[in-house]
T-cell receptor
Framework: DADVTQTPRNRITKTGKRIMLECSQT?????MYWYRQDPGLGLQLIYYSFDVKDINKGEISDGYSVSRQAQAKFSLSLESAIPNQTALYFC?????????????FGSGTRLTVV | GENVEQHPSTLSVQEGDSAVIKCTYS??????FPWYKQELGKRPQLIIDIRSNVGEKKDQRIAVTLNKTAKHFSLHITETQPEDSAVYFCAAINGGSQGNLIFGKGTKLSVKP
């Protein structure tokens, strides 16, 4: 089934470590996003990409970087993880050209920084 | 940029009652307003959306209304059931139809049997 896949599903890492979260999609959508979810704070946009050559910062990009390796792949990196980056991370896709403004979310990656 | 406010943050209703969640937005150029439902431990899923050229849209027990003048939109759930218990997020497109979604902070709905 066409979908958005995130790996890993859960990860515990130590402070100062570099970690990469991966997202791949089979929906053929151009746009991909990374969101962070914290209890009571909703979904906050970290980075977004409208195509392979177009990367944009979101509301809370500090401490994060991204790579759009292909139309189907969008990775999020924490260069030096810190405890307040403990959160649930979601990747999402959309394709307004197809009239699909609504997002399809991945299953999420639960990251714990100790 | 766009700012989306969502109220209430928590809502508890008895099974069979109606539930209403309200959102306001700041960018008058926004023209697409989706609602997402997130069950515990799962991904947010689109349940209904509305575009700015429509004032109301219904899908079985759920409906969304939009007041462009006042810049607010609402989700209405009738005849609530325990399986409606979840966190609901509203969102609005930032910067017109080519922008990205900005989400409200969510409403935790609890439906008591």
């Amino acid at each position: 089934d066409a979908d958005v896949t995130q790996t890993p599903r859960n990860r515990i890492t130590k402070t100062g470590k570099r970690i990469m979260l991966e997202c791949s999609q089979t929906k053929g959508h151009d746009r991909m996003y990374w969101y962070r979810q914290d209890p009571g704070l909703g979904l906050q946009l970290i980075y977004y990409s409208f195509d392979v050559k177009d990367i944009n910062k979101g509301e809370i990009s500090d401490g994060y970087s991204v790579s759009r390796q292909a139309q189907a792949k969008f990775s999020l990196s924490l260069e030096s993880a810190i405890p307040n980056q403990t959160a649930l991370y979601f990747c999402a896709t959309s394709d307004p050209r197809q009239g699909k403004h609504g997002y399809t979310f991945g299953s999420g990656t639960r990251l714990t920084v100790v | 940029g766009e700012n989306v406010e969502q109220h209430p943050s928590t809502l508890s209703v008895q099974e069979g009652d109606s539930a209403v969640i309200k959102c306001t937005y700041s960018d008058s150029a926004s023209n697409y307003f989706p609602w997402y439902k997130q069950e515990l431990g799962k991904r947010p899923q689109l349940i209904i959306d509305i575009r700015s050229n429509v004032g109301e849209k219904k899908d079985q027990r759920i409906a969304v209304t939009l007041n462009k003048t006042a810049k607010h939109f609402s989700l209405h759930i009738t005849e609530t059931q325990p399986e409606d218990s979840a966190v609901y997020f509203c969102a609005a497109i930032n910067g017109g139809s080519q922008g990205n979604l900005i989400f409200g902070k969510g409403t935790k709905l609890s439906v008591k049997p």
